[in-house]
């Protein structure tokens, strides 16, 4: 089973300073935690899409927008999972590798064909109705480019882009992709030069790809290897400060409806409720035993809007306040 991990790379926040956008800003406008920044942690797909959209409202115009953040990503910054697929043998060899590894790190999907002299690249979505913010679509089409122009070196352009929605300046999008594109198509969709395909990535790196490439189909393995509860658990993790906590959301971002959800838990000798005190109690420990975070924003952090609901949780399930349980801890674990 897929899971729904989303992690913003760091090079991101680096890519939007050296674009003179302040992270803080963007966290702040998507209605996030600054933690997320010096601290990156998974998150939803509703706060991934915030986030994004957060971007796209700061930088003015989408298709700027698009440009600036695919062409200032430095390939030092890649994550392991785009480096497996810049260093690649080949363009095709590379997208094949983005298509397997890009279901580590949902919500977008991608599904690849090869007909005639064309190559078509389809975006999709995982677990979500909610089409995501065009920023987001146009950034993943562009990179797919950027990403065969990088590993060849050479100026490669796309044989037609079509977006369903409103992408903001279209001719700078059409001066970057080096093709017409469409607007209000029925899908987001980027078309190659088939013969593109073969051409040899400059960036291949045999002795680095063997390292790499045995560890993300692990990790695969265990997405798919995970229990329902490890999954609701997981989830609700992420969606603890700011997020929603009912069971519909959780089951949505899970592909299956409420009652669905409920019925595997029951199976599994649990309830939705159960999941969350468990994950709200373990979560509520790590943050206590951080003496840089202050208790309210503890209480924040696992869900708590008011601060006293946490306090009353919390001696439910450790007999102690948070402030005396945190002296105890820190006591008999001094930080280093």
Not at 9 to 14: A, N
């Amino acid at each position: 089973m897929k899971s729904d991990c989303i992690k913003l790379p760091p090079g991101f926040w680096v890519g939007l300073q050296q674009l003179g956008i302040d992270p803080h800003d963007i966290a702040r406008k998507a209605r996030l935690p600054l933690t997320i920044i010096t601290e990156p942690t998974a998150v939803t797909t509703d706060q991934y899409f915030r986030i994004w959209q957060a971007y796209s409202d700061l930088v003015g115009d989408t298709a700027i927008g698009i440009v600036k953040l695919v062409t200032v990503f430095d390939t030092t910054q890649y994550p392991p999972t785009v480096l497996a697929t810049y260093h690649a043998r080949d363009y095709r060899d590379a997208l094949n590798r983005m298509v397997r590894y890009k279901q580590l790190c949902p919500p977008e999907s991608l599904r690849i064909t090869e007909d005639g002299e064309r190559c078509t690249i389809e975006l999709e979505w995982m677990r979500t109705k909610q089409p995501g913010p065009p920023i987001l679509v146009g950034a993943t089409l562009a990179f797919l480019l950027e990403l065969g122009r990088r590993g060849t070196g050479q100026p490669l352009s796309a044989r037609s882009v079509e977006f369903s929605h409103s992408m903001g300046d279209v001719k700078a999008l059409e001066a970057y992709f080096g093709c017409p594109i469409r607007i209000g198509a029925t899908d987001n969709r980027l078309t190659l030069h088939r013969r593109d395909l073969d051409r040899l990535f400059i960036s291949y790196n045999k002795e680095l790809l063997e390292i790499l490439t045995p560890v993300l189909d692990r990790s695969l393995d265990e997405q798919r290897s995970r229990s329902i509860p490890e999954m609701v658990k997981w989830i609700l993790q992420r969606s603890l400060a700011g997020g929603r906590l009912d069971i519909r959301a959780v089951a949505s971002e899970l592909g299956m409806s409420d009652r669905t959800l409920q019925r595997r838990l029951a199976d599994e000798g649990t309830t939705f409720k159960q999941l969350l005190t468990q994950v709200r109690h373990e979560q509520a420990r790590e943050y206590l035993a951080d003496p840089k975070l202050d208790i309210k924003e503890v209480a924040f952090l696992i869900g708590y809007e008011d601060p006293n609901s946490f306090y009353h949780a919390f001696r439910l399930w450790e007999g102690d306040t948070p402030s005396k349980w945190r002296s105890e801890y820190l006591g008999a674990n001094p930080p280093s």
